[in-house]
Structure formats: structure tokens, C-alpha cells
């Protein structure tokens, strides 16, 4: 009983958490990049286009640097976890073991970023459809 309350926690603590941490990720870091274009540059209005690339680099510049960090923090958590390297299913010959979906666990930072993608992908879908407006003037 003791052991399986103590598993719920965990297991709902750790989904909570990679659950802040995809809305973060995926929300936080492009307004992070919005709100900094428009404090520097300080006028209201539409977005000119060395804005817009501004904002763009920014976000790509700091998705690719979170994910150098997430492959260092990988890379050190499974070589703690493992004590032979773990072969990808890409790089596994038709005679090696049988590769299985769902038998070995996935890690907390594979979690993050896939969760990442999928609320980024819900959360576009739900402002596209729900708040973007028409693309096209209708005077």
C-alpha cells in the first residue's frame, strides 16, 4: 500500500513537472523573445521584418542551446544508468535483438521534449483556430 502511494506521488509529481516544463519550453522562450524585441524596440504597432528576424534567431538561437544542454544532461544520466552504451533503433542490425516499443523506459528529458512538442503543437492549434483572426481583411 505504502509502496504504490509513494509511486502515484512520484509518477504524478514527475508528470506535473515535465508538464511546467513543456509549457515553458514551448510557450515561455518565443514570448521571452517577443518581449524583448518590443522592449528594445519600443514602438507599437505591427512587427517590421528585422524585428520578426530578430525574433526568430533569438528563439532558434535558444531552442538549439537548451538542446545541447538536454543531450550533455542525457549523456551523463545514462551513462550513470547504463553500464553499456545503448544502441539506437536506427543503428540495430536485423540480427540484433528484437526492438520492442513500450518494454524500456524512456528517460526524463526524452519525456520533456516530447511533451514539449506535443503541447506547442495543441497550443498553436487552439490559437489558430480559436484566436488568430482572419489572415485576410474583409472590408
Same mark, same amino acid.
Given at each position: 500500500?505504502?509502496?504504490?502511494?509513494?509511486?502515484?506521488?512520484?509518477?504524478?509529481?514527475? #508528470?506535473?513537472? /515535465?508538464?511546467?516544463? @513543456? +509549457?515553458? %519550453? $514551448?510557450? *515561455? =522562450?518565443?514570448?521571452?523573445?517577443?518581449?524583448?524585441?518590443?522592449?528594445?524596440?519600443?514602438?507599437? #504597432?505591427?512587427? /517590421?521584418?528585422?524585428? @520578426? +528576424?530578430? %525574433? $526568430?534567431? *533569438? =528563439?532558434?538561437?535558444?531552442?538549439?542551446?537548451?538542446?545541447?544542454?538536454?543531450?550533455?544532461?542525457? #549523456?551523463?544520466?545514462?551513462?550513470?544508468?547504463?553500464?553499456?552504451?545503448?544502441?539506437?533503433?536506427?543503428?540495430?542490425?536485423?540480427?540484433?535483438?528484437?526492438?520492442?516499443?513500450?518494454?524500456?523506459?524512456?528517460?526524463?528529458?526524452?519525456?520533456?521534449?516530447?511533451?514539449?512538442?506535443?503541447?506547442?503543437?495543441?497550443?498553436?492549434?487552439?490559437?489558430?483556430?480559436?484566436?488568430?483572426?482572419?489572415?485576410?481583411?474583409?472590408?
Amino acid at each position: 500500500m505504502l509502496h504504490s502511494l509513494r509511486r502515484a506521488i512520484v509518477g504524478t509529481g514527475s #508528470g506535473v513537472l /515535465t508538464l511546467v516544463g @513543456a +509549457v515553458l %519550453i $514551448g510557450f *515561455g =522562450i518565443p514570448l521571452f523573445w517577443i518581449y524583448v524585441a518590443g522592449s528594445l524596440y519600443g514602438k507599437p #504597432g505591427a512587427v /517590421t521584418g528585422p524585428v @520578426a +528576424v530578430f %525574433i $526568430g534567431a *533569438g =528563439i532558434l538561437v535558444s531552442y538549439w542551446g537548451l538542446l545541447l544542454l538536454a543531450s550533455w544532461v542525457r #549523456g551523463r544520466m545514462l551513462k550513470r544508468v547504463e553500464d553499456k552504451p545503448r544502441r539506437d533503433s536506427w543503428n540495430r542490425s536485423m540480427r540484433d535483438t528484437q526492438y520492442r516499443p513500450g518494454v524500456g523506459d524512456s528517460d526524463p528529458v526524452e519525456r520533456l521534449f516530447v511533451v514539449t512538442a506535443i503541447v506547442s503543437i495543441i497550443g498553436f492549434a487552439v490559437w489558430f483556430a480559436l484566436f488568430a483572426g482572419a489572415p485576410v481583411p474583409t472590408n
